[in-house]
Nanobody, 113 residues
Framework: QVQLVESGGGLVQAGGSLRLSCAYS??????VGWYRQVPGKQRDLVAA???????NYVDSVKGRFTISRDNGKNTVYLQMNSLKPEDTAVYYC?????????WGQGTQVTVSS
């Protein structure tokens, strides 16, 4: 069973930047995605990356977020720039297009206006 550990969240002002990291034990052959969830709402995909580095993003973060992956370090990153208050959420990583592993604890991102 792969374990997922997210880190890098915090409190930032609107327009600021954060870099999230997702470290996973073992190897993940499938795509990996970053998801986010606000209280009372479902967990939604933000960005995903294949093992080969092909990326896709939801429209609301295109041009602001960049997902990257280091297969040698078993880590996926999410660089978030030009943050907006509506980006406030708990961010999680997990597989994308494959069976999910157990979710990690996530990392809280709070963007103040």
């Amino acid at each position: 069973q792969v374990q997922l550990v997210e880190s890098g969240g915090g409190l930032v002002q609107a327009g600021g930047s954060l870099r999230l990291s997702c470290a996973y034990s073992g190897s993940i052959a499938s795509s990996v995605g970053w998801y986010r969830q606000v209280p009372g709402k479902q967990r939604d995909l933000v960005a995903a990356i294949t093992r080969g580095g092909t990326t896709n993003y939801v429209d609301s973060v295109k041009g602001r977020f960049t997902i990257s992956r280091d297969n040698g370090k078993n880590t996926v990153y999410l660089q978030m720039n030009s943050l907006k208050p509506e980006d406030t959420a708990v961010y999680y990583c997990n597989t994308y297009g494959a069976i999910w592993y157990d979710w990690g604890q996530g990392t809280q991102v709070t963007v103040s206006s």
